[in-house]
């Protein structure tokens, strides 16, 4: 073999070895078999050639090619290419998230169906991930606007804790919580003398109370309401033969066939009855006047008138 052969030979060698080690250091494994899709961003944001692409949080490909789309001037397309085993279902999206250290990566939102599927070659949509510094960034506006009645309520707040009037409430209530404490401690001391006391009073209560059910169920209790249903009897019929007793002196009084009936129901007999009592008196009155019409004594024997 010739010498420049060989000088060629080694230099061909030396360039695939040289795009095989940059491809390697970019991430870019020649000798695997990947499928090429396209991506349609707005703004990149600084994406730039050998970026990771991700599904769900595992790098499924790299970034291959960024190329403005000078014709409409208004997207910019990137080249992506995804390991051969990696399907890339209908509705998935691709979003663009920044890291810390400045880098972005992209991030494939892959769509509901896994087995409907798009052809290798085919346009996705792209944006911009929302991640907690974004949401961060949108915050900015409305936290500027609250910041003068953050600083109105920080002033207000200094004015009320130099308020005297808040040193005394705080002292008031500390000692209302020393108070609560001494409170909680008698109740504590009350749990744990007096209320095992008041239970064990409890617990012989219901013993005793156990013993009186138990002595009464043993009384006889059909008896007794029998014995009762004859007292009540008996009673019954004392109370009928007091009510025809009551009715027939009633009648007797209210008759006249009798000396007490008509004592109290002849009229004239009290006239009679009045008369003379009213004689009576009149007697009595006349004797204690003139006792010598009546009774005449005397130690020297009768006196002819």
């Known amino acids: 073999m010739k010498k420049e052969t060989k000088i060629a030979l080694t230099a061909v060698v030396a360039l695939v070895l040289l795009f095989v080690g940059i491809n390697f250091l970019k991430g870019i494994n020649v000798f695997q078999a990947t499928n090429t899709y396209y991506v349609k961003f707005k703004d990149v944001a600084g994406l730039a050639v050998s970026n990771p692409v991700y599904a769900n949080g595992y790098p499924v490909g790299i970034v291959r090619t960024v190329s403005y789309d000078y014709q409409r001037g208004e997207n910019v397309v990137v080249g992506i290419e995804l390991d051969d085993a990696m399907r890339v279902p209908k509705h998935t999206r691709a979003e663009l998230e920044t890291e ?162 008509l004592f109290l129901n002849d009229r004239g007999v009290y006239d009679n009855l009045n008369a003379t009592l009213s004689h009576s008196d009149s007697l009595m009155m006349d004797l204690k006047a003139h006792p010598k019409r009546y009774v005449h004594f005397s130690i020297f024997g009768k006196k002819d008138k």
């Open 100 to 261: 810390l250290m400045g880098g972005v990566k992209m991030l494939l939102v892959l769509g509901p169906n896994p087995a409907d599927v798009i052809a290798q070659g085919d346009t996705i949509s792209g944006g911009m991930h929302e991640g907690a510094m974004d949401k961060l960034q949108a915050m900015v506006p409305a936290i500027e606007q609250m910041m003068p009645k953050l600083d109105s309520i920080m002033t207000n707040i200094n004015r009320l804790t130099g308020d005297p009037a808040l040193m005394q409430v705080l002292h008031n209530t500390a000692a209302m919580t020393n108070d609560l404490k001494q409170m909680t401690n008698r109740m504590n001391d009350m749990m744990q003398r007096e209320i095992p006391q008041a239970m064990a009073n409890m617990n012989r209560t219901m013993a005793h109370a156990e013993q009186l059910t138990a002595r009464l169920a043993e009384l006889d209790v059909q008896h007794t309401l029998q014995s009762v249903d004859a007292t009540l009897q008996s009673t019954k019929q004392l109370t009928d033969q007091l009510a025809s007793t009551t009715s027939f002196l009633d009648g007797k009084l209210r008759s006249t066939d009798n000396t007490l009936g």
